[in-house]
Each structure stands twice: as C-alpha cells, then as structure tokens.
C-alpha cells in the first residue's frame, strides 16, 4: 500500500474542490439563468474536457504550462514558480479537468428552482445576495453536494492527466492512481489489488453517500 | 404623458404604461386607497405582466406607476425603484412559497430586517392575522393544503407592511368551500389596510363581488374601467361586452331621435335580415350616433322579463319560445329564441316558481325594459383592440365610475 501515494491524492482533491467550488458555482449559476447569446458555445466549453481524451487534454497543459510557453515563462518569472511536474501544477490541471463535473450539476440545481421563487424573495425585500443564500442555495444543495463528491471522487481517480502534466514524482506528483499502474508494470499485483480495491470501495460509498443525502435533503413541493 | 405629476393623496395608486415591446402594454388606471380593483380579460390580456410591472418585476418600455407621494418608476425621468424598495405585497397566482421553509419562515422572510426574536413574533401575528392556527406554523407548504398556503402567501405579503397589495389569481388554485372563507379574509383586509388592492381574476362573478373598481383588458390594453354596475351596463363595446360576459348582445341599426327629448330609436336586426321589417325600439339617446348608423346594443338580463302572454300592440312585447332550459339548482337559465328576429337569442335566468313549465318548445312572452337598452358602436370584435391607442386611452380615463 502507497500511503504517500494515496495521501497526496486525497489532498489534491481536496485543493481542487476548494479551488474549483466558488467560480463553479458562480458559472453554473449564471449558466442556469443567462440568456446570454452564445450560451450553448460556453457551455460545449464546459464540457470539453468530458469529451476529450485525457491525454489530450494533459498535452495541451502540459505545453501551455510547460516554462517554453508563455503561461508558463510568465508564471516562473513573476512567482518563481514550476508549473509542470509539481503538485501545484496538478492542481491546476486537475481543476480544469473538473469543470464540468461541478458545473454541470451545479447548473441543473439551479435550473430547477422556480424563478417565481427568486421574484418573490425580491418583492418581500431580499436582496440579490440574501435570495442566494437564503432561497436559491438551499434549494440547489442536494444537486451541489453530489457534484462536490463527484469531483472530489473524479479526482481521485484521475490518470491520464496527471501522467502527461505531472509525470510520477513520489510525494510531489505520484498519486494513487499512478502508483496502481506503476505496481502492475512492475508486477506487484497483490500491491495493485489493494489500491485498486481501496479506491473502489472508497468512490463507491462516497457516490452512495451523496445520493443518499441528496435525497433525504431535497425538498418535496 | 403624463398630467398626474402631482402627488396622489393618502396612497392611492396611478400608472400609465405605454409599451410596445416585449408585449404590449397600454392604458391608465387608477386605484385610490382602501379600494379594490380587479383586474379582467382573457388569457394574454397583459394582466399578470401588469402586475409585474407594478411590483418592479419588469420594467416599462414607458410608463409611470405612483403609488401615494412615491415615484416607483418615470420612464421619462429614468426612475426605477427595486422591487426590494417598493413595499409591495405579491400574492403570486400559485403562491410562490419557498418549499424549503416553513410558514413561519416564509413570513419571516419579509421581516429580515428585525432582530430574530422580533422577526418571529411579528410572523406569529401575521400568520393568526390570516386565521392559520398555531400547529400549522411550523409546517412546510407541501404539508398546507391549499387554501393554507394561500393564506401563509397573503401573511407574507401583509408582513412587508405593503404600500400596495397585488393578488394574481389567487383564489384559482382554492376549492369552492375554501373560497368562502378567503372572500371574507380579503373583505376584513380591505377594510382594515387602507391601501389600494389590485386583483387579478377571470372570474367575473369573483371580481363583480369583490371589487370597487373594474378594469377589462384585452391584448395589453387597458380597454375600459368604471365600477362592475357601469360597465355591466354600459360597456363601452361589444369587446368589453363580451369580456365582461355579457350574452345579450345583439346587432341592430340607430334610427334617430323619437319624438320625445333624450329617446332614440333602434331598429333590432337579426341574422340575415336587411331590417325593413325588423321591430324598432324606443331607447335612451345620449346623441353619439349617427342616424343610420349600424350599432350593438346590449341589454342586462335583469332588464328581461317573462310573462303569460304578450301585452296588446306593445312594441316592447315580444312572442318567444323557450329554446333550451338548463336547471342549475337553484335556477334554470333560459334560452329564448325570437320569431320576429331571426337568429336572436335571450338568455335569461329564471328562479322561484316561475321556472315551473319551463322546456324546450314552450311559448310565452318578454317585454324588454327598453330604458336599460345600451347602444355601442359597431367594432369589428378583433379590430377593436387595434384601435388607435391614444384615444383608447383618453376614452378609458373618461369612463365615469360610480365612487
């Protein structure tokens, strides 16, 4: 068992999920209740890196990231800081690879709300900010709660990415999905199985969990 | 637009909207304090977004909404007041009750601005105000029936402390037994608030009971308001007639004068006819029409009444013969068709004993009482609502109202 492994993984995401929460609800919000021209364009963004192969995505990271690009030069000179095979690289790449595992959800919430429900937060007096938290989070909770697990679970498993942007360096950028490849290469496949087995069991009750909860939280109308 | 810049005293409420797009939206209408105005028309007639329009929901194209000394919108000042700025109460048409809260938290919702404690001890009131006992204020809409919830709706509205009070439809979703209970809930309100109420209805029994003030519209125009006698009476066309539910409603052609000062003479024309043998009514001349001009005429079924046989060579007598004659409990509405005017029918409701004998095929006589006979000019019925806004708009603020 790689406990280093498995310890970095649980933090990257858990950095990716606090990361990626507050834009995500904001973007998926907003998607909810935009009419905005060229909606359909932004929301096929959001979920391009659902459709595209993770090695695709992982390359162009890795060379938009890497210290030749001007991304990359720019944030090596201005922060000192290595983008690629790092772990804050990871996270970079892991929130981007997310994006659509939290705002797809998040935006289905908020769909669901009744809009006569925001418009009569507004004529008792609520505020944009009070209708939020006071009308529109509670009733999009459950849907937010599940894509929290799912990205936090998504992210545990996470594989191509990773390999392209943060290669397999221990305790820096080797996390537990690697390790798993790394014992099968090596033929340690009672190491793998544990891993394997872990992880299964893990992402299967968290998921369970989650739609367990979202159902005991939604409210009936 | 507008000559009502001065301020309105003791809250009544004024608009005048001038809109084009999204929908359209024209008319004035006025609304004084402690009054009730109902607001009718068809599907589409622009009331709900009328209302929208007054609780700062949508904004006007152009138009002006006064509600007491406060400007809530001048377009041509470029004023707007929030909807959270406005102290409205929205009692929206299927309630809007948050699903996630409580009755009590929903009332608490207009309190936000007190401390917790104050906040639920006004909601406790608001909620016993509307007559919701103690056990259901802490149950969630979907555990309220119906009525309830409405009532948990009109609690929240009343805690915002309204400057104005807007009802969508709000007895549509309530069974008939219920309805009873919140009529007399409204009534109480309407005597103890002091502030104009507008609602919203289809129902003309609803809004002819309940209401100071009527307003039909039709197509986002304000097509005519008075009080629900005069326009029953006297609707300003056969749009209006229509809308408001009139069914005696005939065509027929203004003659002139008659002999004696302030009567006219109608010739009553029936379907096919060219009118040379058609009967001729003396009725009331207010001096609008032209002679030889094609008319309606309404008249309210209170002024039709049956009798045994038909009075000697009285022009206001008429032989008929029952068409259909539907009992509904109490009464039996009655379909009368006419031998001297082909394709004419009169619908009348009959109750007591003079219902007995009534079926299809019996004959009998009616007089009119010609003196409530009321004279429109012949509109084409769906190219009224395409008449020129302007003077609409004049003629609907010039239609007189009982108060």
Redesign the interface.
């Given at each position: 068992m790689d406990w280093q492994a498995l310890i970095l993984s649980l933090e990257l995401a858990a950095v990716t999920l606090l990361v990626l929460l507050p834009g995500g609800l904001w973007l998926g919000r907003w998607l909810a209740y935009t009419h905005v021209a060229g909606k359909s364009w932004i929301e096929a963004i959001v979920v391009l890196p659902l459709v595209l192969p993770p090695t695709v995505l992982g390359y162009y990271l890795l060379v938009s990231m890497g210290a030749a690009s001007p991304i990359g030069a720019w944030v090596q000179q201005s922060f000192g800081i290595q983008l690629t095979f790092t772990f804050l690289g990871l996270v970079v790449a892991s929130v981007v690879f997310n994006i659509p595992f939290l705002v797809q959800p998040v935006q289905r919430a908020f769909e669901a709300i009744p809009r006569q429900l925001s418009e009569a937060a507004a004529v008792s007096g609520l505020s944009a900010w009070q209708t939020f938290w006071r009308v529109e989070l509670p009733l999009a909770w459950p849907g937010v709660l599940s894509a929290c697990v799912l990205t936090f679970v998504h992210t545990l498993g996470e594989f191509g990415v990773v390999l392209m942007v943060g290669g397999s360096i221990p305790g820096e950028t080797k996390t537990i999905a690697i390790s798993i490849y790394d014992r099968v290469q090596s033929f340690d496949l009672t190491g793998a199985n544990q891993m394997a087995l872990l992880l299964l069991v893990f992402s299967l009750l968290a998921v369970g969990a989650s739609f367990f909860a979202s159902a005991r939280l939604t409210v009936r109308r | 637009m507008n000559d009502g810049t001065a301020p309105n005293p003791c809250g009544a409420l004024s608009v005048e909207l001038e809109q084009t797009l999204p929908m359209p939206l024209q008319g004035a209408l006025r609304c004084e304090a402690g009054e009730l105005l109902a607001l009718v028309g068809p599907s589409g007639a622009g009331k709900t977004s009328l209302m929208r329009v007054l609780?700062?929901?949508m904004r006007p194209q152009r138009g002006r909404v006064v509600v007491g000394d406060e400007v809530w919108c001048d377009t041509t000042q470029g004023i707007f007041v929030?909807?959270?700025?406005?102290?409205?109460?929205?009692v929206?048409q299927?309630y809007?009750?948050?699903?996630?809260l409580d009755a009590l938290g929903n009332v608490s919702?207009?309190l936000?601005?007190l401390p917790r404690t104050e906040r639920l001890t006004q909601a406790r009131h608001w909620l016993n105000h509307v007559g919701l006992t103690e056990e259901l204020h802490t149950r969630?809409?979907?555990a309220l029936s119906g009525g309830q919830q409405q009532r948990v709706a009109v609690a929240?509205a009343l805690a915002?402390e309204p400057k104005l009070l807007l009802l969508d439809e709000p007895f549509s979703a309530v069974d008939q037994m219920n309805r009873q209970g919140l009529y007399r809930l409204l009534a109480d309100l309407l005597r103890e608030l002091a502030i104009p109420i507008v609602l919203v209805t289809h129902d003309l029994n609803e809004a002819s009971m309940l209401a100071d003030r009527l307003v039909v519209m039709d197509a986002g125009q304000v097509l005519q308001q008075g009080s629900p006698e005069n326009i029953h009476n006297a609707p300003r066309n056969a749009r209006v007639a229509d809308l408001v539910g009139i069914r005696n409603r005939f065509e027929g052609v203004w003659l002139g004068p008659a002999d004696v000062a302030g009567q006219g003479l109608l010739r009553w024309v029936g379907a096919g006819e060219t009118g040379t043998a058609a009967p001729v009514l003396t009725v009331r001349d207010k001096g609008k029409v032209p002679p030889g001009q094609a008319v309606h005429w309404i008249i309210p079924s209170d002024a039709i009444f049956l009798v045994e046989a038909r009075g000697q060579g009285s022009p206001t007598d008429f032989e008929a013969a029952v068409n259909e004659a539907r009992h509904l409990g109490d009464i039996t509405l009655v379909t009368l068709t006419l031998p001297a005017v082909p394709g004419a029918r009169l619908v009348l409701t009959v109750s007591g004993a003079r219902r007995q004998g009534l079926a299809a095929g019996a004959r009998l006589g009616v007089r009119l009482d010609s003196s409530r006979v009321h004279v429109m000019p012949l509109l084409p019925l769906k190219a009224a609502v395409h008449d020129d806004s302007a003077t609409m708009r004049v003629c609907a603020l010039q239609t007189p109202h009982s108060k």
């Open positions: - | 609780s700062g929901l929030p909807p959270q700025q406005r102290h409205v109460g929205l929206f299927n809007a009750l948050m699903p996630h919702l207009s936000l601005h969630r809409p979907a929240r915002r």
